[in-house]
């Protein structure tokens, strides 16, 4: 079965940086476009970041832009979220999704779009 893992998340002050990353097993990342999603208590679900598969094409939530990067390592099969600044409204699960390298990066992220997803981690921005 195919399988994401997320790992990384954590509690945090605010102003701080986390490193969130996407590591998949059973299937090569290669040929998915990846994003990050957020789910915080009693709201939607919202798309913080994805990326391409060849990783020349990203998006990012306008909350999120200028504070977090997305890139992947396509050798370790994996996608990282690099997040500076944080913020308590930050706060929430974050889970990675693939989807098929036909996606576009925009669509994937507004429209929440994937094929696999992974279980989440809780990243927590508090004093």
């Known amino acids: 079965q195919l399988q994401l893992v997320e790992s990384g998340g954590g509690l945090v002050q605010p102003g701080g940086s986390l490193r969130l990353s996407c590591e998949a097993s059973?299937?090569?990342?290669?040929?998915?476009?990846i994003g990050w999603f957020r789910q915080a208590p009693g709201k939607e679900r919202e798309g913080v970041s994805c990326?391409?598969?060849?990783?020349?094409?990203?998006h990012y939530a306008d909350s999120v832009k200028g504070r977090f990067t997305i890139s992947r390592d396509n050798a370790k099969n994996t996608v990282y979220l690099q997040m500076h600044s944080l913020k308590p409204e930050d706060t929430a699960i974050y889970y990675c999704?693939?989807?098929?390298?036909?996606?576009?990066?925009?669509?994937?992220?507004?429209?929440?779009?994937?094929?696999?997803w992974g279980q989440g981690t809780q990243v927590t921005v508090s004093s």
């Open positions: 999704a693939a989807a098929s390298l036909l996606t576009l990066v925009q669509d994937m992220c507004v429209k929440g779009s994937g094929d696999y």
């Open positions: 059973r299937f090569t990342l290669d040929y998915y476009a």
């Open positions: 990326i391409s598969a060849s990783g020349g094409s990203t």
